[in-house]
């Protein structure tokens, strides 16, 4: 019979299975010792059979039995094939319409099933239903494990997080310190794509020794771990392991990150405006593009353009609007400068910076939210019915949205508190990040629409001098 061997481990099998090579070995001598033909060899490793997680040799398996290449699979037991009584189905079902007669198990405690029989597609029926039954029994252990283990503070395991050694609980002095360096960066408004790439100048590395990226960072900070909380299915709990910053820095953190929307890229900035500007004729948002000038081989400019393809914003607009971007940027710049360029102005804004109040709404989202975790209970012992729980969550919901709002505001004064009111306004604007500038625009500006019209003026922004025409230029103001 053409037969073929399967092996598998997961990554929860460790310990309690033997490894993909020594599978394959006493597959291979079954085969040999009943003399058939070695059609191939199979094997996934680190890879779940019960989760929908991509097996790619089992796939080929499958696709060698549609193609009546085999006649048997060989495996050490059942449990390596499937653990899934869905997926062992689709593979007994096989039997029906190829070649496949038999699946062997190498275990001498352990039966094969003759698939030629009904009895046989019956018995392994039977132990898949079982093999399923037992790993829900196992995923029940393991999550009431891990819950006890949460509820004690203790540490699930896993890759060593920054700031810590290997056992995840002792603090690296070394990486601490460098991580409240970085909270202290962000807290007073410094983009992550900034602090990243000042990372890698210096030679820090992650855990695992790879460059830092946006989605490394962002999981760092939004882990409630470096603030000395254990978290387990959205509940904190003390946790045995000392914090490395506060609390309340943290929480801080959770609303500048969340304010800030950052993308997974630290590539520098080229267009200021993007996400801000708008094509006066059609209302669709004007994206940042270079243009290459033909007229003078070699020239490129920065402009911005309506887009007329969906690939920008997924949906269209004119494409009939297009502006230098240097001299829109300079204008709206000099006007974001003079509108800071009051000591009242920044000190009202810097008002919204009151650390109490600060603390108090974030207080109070708590309670909101603790509010939430009692709802469910309710609905969970039957006190709220579905339509109750459903009016009563939506409202909470939109509460919770509403303090996040304020919250946003309130982290935004406190950026802008932290300008000097020394005279050196202009200084500070010149030197910032564009990540910083993009976020004072946003405090300061609605929205930026290019009017339709030819430009024929020449005007001078700056101290330098454009073809551009600044009444085609309108800035809605949010103060």
Known sequence: MRAAPYARMSREDIGNVDNTDIQLEEDLAWIDEHDHELVGTYVDNNISAYSNARRPDYERLLADIEADKIDIIVCTEPSRLNRNLRNSIGLISLAYTTDLQHIAVTDPDRRGFDLSTRSGIQNALEAAIEDEKEVTRLSGRQKRKTRVRAKDGRTNGGPRPFGFEADGTTIRESEAIILREVVRRLLDGESSRSIILDLRRRGVKTPTGKEWRVHTLRRIISSPRICGIRTHLGTHYPAQWPAIISYEDWQRLQIVWRARAQH????????????????????????????????????????????????????????????????????????????????????????????????????????????????????????????????????????????????????????????????????????????????????????????????????????????????????????
């Open 264 to 479: 997974g890229t630290v590539e520098p900035r080229r267009y200021l405006l993007t996400g801000l500007l708008f094509c006066g004729n059609c209302d669709n948002p004007m994206v940042g593009q270079t243009w290459h000038d033909t007229r003078r081989p070699g020239s490129t400019i920065r402009r911005y353009r309506c887009a007329k393809d969906e690939a920008y914003y997924h949906r269209s607009g004119c494409g009939k609007i297009f502006r230098s971007a240097e001299p829109i940027e300079l204008l709206v710049s000099e006007g974001v400068v003079r509108r800071l360029d009051s000591p009242d102005f920044v000190r009202a804004l810097g008002a919204q910076a009151n650390d109490g109040e600060l603390k108090a709404k974030i207080d109070e989202r708590e309670h909101k939210r603790a509010h939430q975790r009692e709802l469910l209970e309710d609905r969970a012992h039957g006190i709220l019915n579905r339509a109750e729980y459903e009016y009563a969550k939506h409202i909470v919901e939109d509460e919770i949205e509403a303090i996040n709002r304020q919250l946003d505001t309130m982290q935004s004064g406190r950026t802008l508190a932290r300008i000097p009111l020394d005279g050196t306004l202009r200084q500070v604007w010149q030197e910032a990040d564009m990540d910083f500038k993009r976020d004072l625009i946003r405090l300061l500006v609605k929205k930026i629409v290019v009017l339709p019209g030819r430009t024929q003026r020449v005007c001078e922004i700056s101290g330098q001098t454009f073809r551009f025409d600044p009444s085609l230029l309108r800035i809605d103001w949010q103060v």
